[in-house]
């Protein structure tokens, strides 16, 4: 069973940082293309941030300039930093990952439980 586990959420003053971090273990044969979703109450899951095997990265709007994406591949690992949080930020963050568990399977598309993050003013 592939896992995703979150860490690093908490309290942060506005203008702070944060450092959010998600292991996948389980059966991997590869880990493709990892990211991190957001989810404020009562509003959509939103893209923080995405990153390929390859070093890639794309950012949401939200999130472009404020948040850097960055991955361990020999860790199953990828992490989320900012140096400028802002109250809109408070949600719940997720980790996402596909995972391809054998060579004879396809790519899953899996999920963390989300780690959740307050910015207070």
């Known amino acids: 069973q592939v896992q995703l586990v979150e860490s690093g959420g908490g309290l942060v003053q506005a203008g702070g940082s944060l450092r959010l971090s998600c292991v996948v273990s389980?059966?991997?044969?590869?880990?493709?293309?990892m990211a991190w979703y957001r989810q404020a109450p009562e509003k959509e899951r939103e893209l923080v941030a995405t990153?390929?095997?390859?070093?890639?990265?794309d950012y949401g709007a939200s999130a472009k300039g404020r948040f850097t994406i960055s991955r361990d591949n020999a860790q199953n690992a990828v992490f989320l930093h900012s140096d400028d949080l802002k109250p809109e930020d408070t949600a719940v963050y997720f980790c996402?990952?596909?995972?391809?568990?054998?060579?004879?399977?396809?790519?899953?598309?899996?999920w963390g439980r989300g780690t959740q993050v307050t910015v207070s003013s």
């Open positions: 990153m390929g095997r390859g070093g890639s990265t």
């Open positions: 389980g059966p991997i044969y590869i880990l493709s293309d």
């Open positions: 996402y990952a596909e995972v391809k568990s054998m060579w004879n399977t396809p790519f899953e598309k899996h």
